[in-house]
C-alpha cells in the first residue's frame, strides 16, 4: 500500500491525448529504474508521517480526556467547597444564636430579678411560665432552623402584598417572616416578649419591639395597618386574650387588611403532641371557634386553610371511606390558619358606614 501511494505520486503520467502517448509511456516504464529508489524512499516517509500523525491523534485524545478528567475534578471540588461553606455558615449561625440564647439566660439569672417581675412566656397569660432563655433554648431544640421555618412560611407572602399599610408581626419569635418580607420590599415590624428573641432580631437589621403583642396593638392607630399576622401564637393564649386581640386587630386595620393567625390543628389527634411538647401552651384553639371569634370581632371573609400535611408514609393506605375518616381524624393535616379581612367602607370605630 505505500508503495503503491508513493508510485502514484512520483511516476509521471501521460495523458491518452498526447501526441505519441503510447511511446512516451513505453519509454518511461523503460526509464523507470531511476526512479524506483525515490519511490521506496517516498513510500518509507510516507508510513512514517502516517504513523506520527496516529501517535499525535492518540496523544492528543488521552491529554483531551485527561482535561476532560481533571476539569470534571475541579467542578466536583468546587461544588464540594461551596456546600461545605455553606454548611459552615449555617453551623456558625446556629453557634450565635446558640450562645445568645446562654448570654441571655446568664443575665436573667445575674439580674435575680423577683418572682413578680420575671419574664411570663409567650405572653402574661401563659402557663407555665419559663424564664426567656430556657423558651429560647426549646425553640431552638424543637421548632425546627429558622431556614426550616421560613420556608414553611414563604406561602403566606401572596397573602401580604398590596395591601393598605405595613404588615405586623405579632409573636414574630425569631424573624423568620420578617427576614421574607424584607427580601420582597414589603414594610413589616414585628412585637416579641421574649427579649432574647426580640434582641437577635434587632442585631440583624430587623424593627422588632420587645412586649406583648395585645398591649402593642392598643397602642397602634386605628387603621394604620395592611395585615396583622400571628403564626403559632393564640394557643399561647387564653379565650379572652385571644379574643382581645382580635378586636385590636380588627380596630387596626384598615379597610381590606388581612388577618392571618396560624395554630395547630386541634381536629387532627397527631398534631396535639406537638400542642402537649410546649409547656407554655395553653389551650388549643378548634378552628371553628376561631373564626367565629373572628367574625364576632368584626372580620369578613374569614376561612380556614389546613396546612402541614403529613407525607403518604405517616398515614393510613386508603382502601376504603373508613380509612379516609381516620386519616382525617388521626393523620390530618397539623396545623392551619385562619384567613380573615377588614370590611371595606367602614368607619374608624368598626361600625359599618350606613348611606
Known sequence: MPLARAAEHVTPAIAPAVRLAGMKRSA?????????????????????????????????????????AERRARQHDA??????????????????????????RLALLEAAA???????????????SLPSGVY????????????????????????????????LDVGCGRGELLRLLAAEGIPASGVEINPISAAAC???GLTVEEGDGVAHLAGRPDGSLGAVVALQVVEHWSADTTFAFL??????????????????NSDSLSA????FLD??????????????????????????????PLPPAERLEETSENDAKLNRLLFGPQDYALVAYAPEGVGRSGDRVIG
Not at 461544588?79 to 441571655?104: F, N, P, T
Not at 413578680?116 to 402574661?124: K, S
Not at 432552623?145 to 421560613?150: G, K, N, R
Request: without cysteine; glycine residues 6%.
Open 247 to 264: 378586636r385590636e386587630a380588627r380596630r387596626s386595620l384598615a379597610p381590606g387588611g388581612v388577618l392571618v393567625a396560624e395554630t395547630i
Open 114 to 128: 423577683p418572682a413578680g417581675a420575671r419574664q411570663h412566656l409567650p405572653g402574661p397569660e401563659a402557663a407555665p
Open 202 to 204: 434587632r442585631s440583624e
Open 28 to 68: 518511461l516504464r523503460a526509464l523507470r529504474f531511476l526512479w524506483r529508489d525515490q519511490t521506496a524512499f517516498n513510500a518509507l516517509v510516507l508510513e512514517a508521517v502516517s504513523g506520527l500523525a496516529d501517535r499525535m491523534n492518540a496523544i492528543r485524545q488521552r491529554l483531551e480526556e485527561s482535561l476532560d
Open 136 to 167: 429560647s433554648l426549646f425553640e431552638e431544640r424543637f421548632r425546627g432552623s429558622p431556614e426550616e421555618i421560613a420556608e414553611k412560611q414563604r406561602s403566606y407572602l401572596k397573602l401580604l402584598k398590596g395591601l393598605p399599610g405595613p404588615v
Open 279 to 308: 409547656p407554655s401552651h395553653v389551650r388549643p384553639v378548634p378552628p371553628e371557634a376561631l373564626r367565629f371569634l373572628a367574625q364576632a370581632a368584626g372580620f369578613v371573609d374569614a376561612r380556614i386553610e389546613y396546612r402541614a
Open 79 to 104: 461544588s464540594e467547597l461551596a456546600r461545605w461553606r455553606e454548611g459552615s455558615r449555617d453551623e456558625l449561625r446556629r453557634m450565635e444564636r446558640a450562645l445568645a440564647i446562654r448570654d441571655g
Open 272 to 275: 396535639l403532641r406537638a400542642f
